[in-house]
């Protein structure tokens, strides 16, 4: 059915503000209780809803891979679900069950992006469409963010964004108003978010396009982004706003995805290309770091310098102030002492907001979850839930890797370079669950399901072994228009 014209055009068509429009997850059009239905979620559910109209009105078949991350894919929602033994058997109460069931709704509605990608074919326009859209919007993106800077310094407009989605209420209190952005500052230098709520998701932002921008240029794949000038004005772009947030979320996913290139491409003139490219970053960073330091008297350089040896050296005393570190460290072990409470099943979707005030002082203030993904799911999946997710993401990334050996050939397919990007969203998939939790994200689990889609695109192409089955051996469409012939042909007779 994907080789219909209209169902290319759909995808082409669905794939742009499929990934642009997360950049708003600020913004709702409703909420239902704490769930807040943004314009991002309009296009994520519209998604889900064509898949599902193709498997049970077209009749489409459900093919999926034999690998072990779709087995750990189809697992997670069954263990989302006996997580359900501690608050509805163990330690009922009706606000714990309440919470658990939407935790649980939204969490499923989260996977399912991921399982019907996992088993229908989806037009790889959709995705081509999409992180192309995704590339090229890095330009507004930091230019804004530059500009939220100076306006911040002189109290100009949009200086702060205010968010009206109502998950953001709970998350970003401003007792003022409207929810604003998480404005952090080392005394006269402020950190740039642009649209994001913080500094750290912008910074992820602009490394994942610097890695698809990197990994193209080492390639030569202008399957992307086919103009050099627009593609390093993106790059330059992306460098400086990265350089701005001043996150370590940064310095780590751009050294990971570097180290992975190292790893994975062969030959001392693609290395070369490397290290070149980390001079050029390098010294394009002197300039910027000397106009900052000349206008806030901050040195980001030696902030980073300071910043990088307190963690890594875990001195808290050292560390300087605002850092995020060592706060995000105690809610990983805050939340490893309430797994042990449930140690087999967890504590319960959802439960973690619950358990945490039994376990920490309550003048630390409100925690809501623990930064990170794979915690959260031994907290409240217990270990067979951080094995399955851990497992899918690791087995996952392992696949990607080993799917490249079949496609040595950079020139044997038009779009081998998202196979050749794959590992490198493995390893986006990884961070964005160790230093942030997107266990129940829609934003993990859109990239999730673009990874797994094209893999299963590749891995098509190698007739290698699926599983298959249809939920109906009629479509409901067929079915349909057969009733409706019939219903036509016995009315034409009675007329006769």
Known sequence: MTNKPQSKLLAALIGPPLFISYLFIGYEIFHISTFSFTYFDAFFLFFVLWCMKRIFWNGDQFKMEKKYFVLCLFVLPVVCMVSSINPMFLNFDNLNVLQYVKSTTNFLYCVSFGIMCSGLDIPIILWINGLRGLIIFAIPINLFGGYQLIARVYDLPLKQLEYNAVNFI????????????????????????????????????NSTVLMICMVSAFLGSTLLIKNKKLMWTVVICAIIGNF???????????????????????????????????????????????????????????????????????????SISGESFFYRASTMNLAVSIWKDSPFFGVGTGMFYYYAPMYYPSYYGQIIYTDSGFIQALTEWGIFGFVFFLGFVVTLLVSSIKERNFFKDLSSD???????????????????????????SRIFWLYAGCS?????????????????????????????????????????????
């Open 170 to 205: 709970t998350k970003l209190e401003n007792p003022d108003g409207l929810p604003t952005q998480l404005a952090l500052n080392f005394e006269n230098f402020y950190r740039a978010t642009s649209v994001f709520s913080e500094p750290s998701y912008l910074a992820m932002y």
């Open 244 to 318: 701005l947030t001043f996150s370590l979320t940064a310095v780590v996913t751009i050294a990971s995805y570097v180290g992975m290139l190292f790893f994975l491409e062969h030959g001392g003139k693609k290395k070369l290309k490397i290290a070149y490219s980390m001079l050029f970053l390098f010294f394009l960073l002197i300039p910027i770091n000397y106009v900052i330091e000349d206008v806030s008297k901050i040195s980001l350089l030696n902030l980073f310098e300071q910043r990088i040896s307190s963690v890594a050296t875990l001195n808290h005393s050292e």
């Open 414 to 440: 038009p779009y081998i370079i998202l196979l050749y990007l794959l590992p490198y969203f493995g390893i986006m998939l990884l961070w964005l669950n160790t230093s942030q939790n997107s266990l129940i």
């Open 452 to 496: 797994i889609s094209i893999f299963r695109y590749f891995y098509n192409k190698n007739n290698a072994p699926i599983y298959s089955f249809t939920l109906f051996a009629t479509p409901l469409k067929n079915r349909f228009i057969k009733n409706m012939s019939s219903q036509i042909s016995t009315k034409e007779i009675v007329n006769e």
